[in-house]
């Protein structure tokens, strides 16, 4: 479905995730944060950056895979996006949710 | 499985071996029932040797590690040449994954089920247990037999009933998921029967460490479940010998094509059932229905004919809901489980996503399959290798 982000029109799943990444910016990274009660800060930037340039180029993106990467420590990241890290991060990030496999 | 269904359309050029440390098989869908008594030992274990076809050749030994690019396998003693490798050597359990659950409480307050030792060791405390705080938990995916932990939950709460002892106890299901399962339907449907049952759920706990002095689980978000009695589905790992081998992701699981099942790396090497990583459960039923398609590309890559990409993530599975009663689910890569009737459409006899009394019989008469027929390379009737989306209530 349509949404307006940042002024722009987006399409969104039912969960609020960008079904084209290519849709994404900054400024529509900042409004679907903003919707989710955060701040980006240049370290939140920082790791969405990571987020989205990991789940582009087609690798698992997992706690432990976050972990392992260095990209930022499992605290932190907690502390970054409380609630559900990966589920956060990944919507801010303008791709898909993680995949959990049944 | 492979063994069984190679042996009788391979010709007697080709050698079958058959490499396993374990001469003991054991029916892991069965370590569910034994913490509640409603399995005994000797249920769930059989002699691996007499599995085999006998023109199988068995070496019981442990693997050191496979040297791919020479088609070797190091074992113990000596050295093993292959044409085609086809690895299965699974997953297992790794509590040491996550700080101080292999700790001092390590089966005396915090037990683990996918083990024999695991569910027998918890079956002689729940025969004593005056009862408390009991927490099921889940530390992270995947794990196999994915609807396991939430059968345990289910049955416990129907144990206690029996026992009269129901109110002593408060059950707590927490899990590093967003809800009591993975997909839409299903999670609120199993999430339903949790809350029917009075089992409180604690979602997106993603546990750091084990506090053994306190009894608390402790995720890193710093959120704090404290428990009486904690039963843990720890770390689900591939075998150390993947490690070894150098031929596995971050939990030893070997990169696989998700639909030929060919290694990503070797064209002579093949995987099946928990040793993979393609996105598929980790279940007994998928590792049955790869084997079919595994077969076939097997032949076909030894006539050096084309791969079929044929294998669609079917998976279906039993979960236990206590009461006598069980849900069925059936469902592959792209169709989450939903309603409807299996294996014929409209027919059935069994009801998916409902439960029902006559699904409770089919997973206890499954070990009877599984013995007989499964292991033995022989398919089920009605039941294909892809999953029909015939007698389903798709959207």
């Known amino acids: 479905m349509e949404k307006v982000l940042a002024g722009q029109t987006v399409q969104v799943d039912q969960e609020g995730y960008l079904i084209d990444p290519n849709q994404w910016n900054e400024e529509i990274a900042r409004a679907i944060a903003a919707e989710e009660g955060i701040e980006l800060t240049p370290r939140h930037m920082a790791v969405v950056k990571w987020i989205r340039e990991t789940a582009l180029s087609g690798k698992p993106l997992s706690i432990r895979t976050v972990k392992k990467s260095g990209v930022v420590d499992i605290k932190e990241f907690y502390q970054l996006f409380p609630g559900g890290p990966l589920k956060l991060s990944t919507k801010i990030a303008g791709v898909s949710k993680p995949k959990s496999c049944l | 499985m492979m063994a069984s269904h190679l042996s009788k359309k391979l010709?007697?050029?080709?050698?079958?071996?058959?490499?396993?440390?374990?001469?003991?098989?054991?029916?892991?869908?069965?370590?569910?029932?034994?913490?509640?008594?409603?399995?005994?030992?000797?249920?769930?274990?059989?002699?691996?040797?007499?599995?085999?076809?006998?023109?199988?050749?068995?070496?019981?030994?442990?693997?050191?590690?496979?040297?791919?690019?020479?088609?070797?396998?190091?074992?113990?003693?000596?050295?093993?040449?292959?044409?085609?490798?086809?690895?299965?050597t699974g997953c297992q359990i790794a509590p040491e994954e996550v700080e101080g659950m292999k700790g001092p409480l390590w089966h005396k307050d915090i037990f683990d089920f996918y083990t024999f030792q695991g569910a027998v060791a918890l079956r002689d405390k729940l025969r004593t247990w005056k009862g408390g705080k009991l927490v099921i938990h889940i530390t992270e995916m995947p794990i196999k037999c994915p609807v396991a932990p939430l059968e345990f939950a289910f049955l416990a709460d129907d144990y206690f009933k029996k026992r009269k002892m129901r109110n002593k106890v408060e059950i707590y299901y927490v899990t590093p998921l967003s809800g009591a399962f993975t997909k839409p339907v299903s999670s609120e449907k199993l999430g339903y029967l949790l809350k029917e049952k009075g089992i409180k759920m604690v979602t997106d706990f993603a546990i750091e460490r084990v506090d053994n002095e306190n009894k608390k689980i402790i995720d890193y978000g710093d959120r704090e479940v404290d428990f009486d009695l904690l039963v843990t589905v720890p770390t689900n790992m591939g075998d150390e010998c993947i490690a070894r081998s150098g031929m596995g992701d971050d939990l030893n699981f070997v990169p696989t094509d998700p639909h030929t099942l060919q290694s990503k790396e070797y064209e002579n090497v093949f995987v099946i059932g928990d040793a993979t990583d393609i996105p598929a459960s980790k279940a007994g039923s998928v590792a049955h229905f790869e084997a079919e398609i595994l077969t076939e590309n097997i032949l076909r890559y030894i006539e050096g004919k084309e791969l079929l990409p044929a294998f669609d993530g079917h998976a279906n599975c039993f979960i236990e809901s206590g009461n006598g009663k069980a849900l069925l689910i059936d469902f592959n890569y792209n169709v989450e489980p939903v309603e409807g009737k299996f294996p014929i459409p409209g027919l059935g006899p069994l009801a998916l996503l409902k439960e029902s009394k006559l699904n409770h019989w089919g997973k206890l008469a499954f070990r009877w399959i599984y013995w007989n027929m499964l292991l033995k390379g022989i398919p089920i009737p009605f039941v294909s290798a892809t999953m029909s989306e015939k007698g389903k209530k798709l959207n």
């Open chain 2, 11 to 88: 010709n007697k050029e080709w050698e079958i071996i058959l490499v396993d440390k374990d001469e003991v098989h054991y029916y892991q869908p069965g370590f569910l029932f034994i913490p509640f008594d409603m399995y005994k030992e000797k249920d769930v274990v059989k002699c691996k040797p007499d599995l085999l076809p006998k023109s199988v050749h068995y070496i019981p030994s442990k693997i050191d590690r496979i040297l791919p690019e020479e088609n070797k396998v190091l074992l113990e003693d000596r050295v093993l040449n292959y044409d085609i490798l086809i690895i299965a």
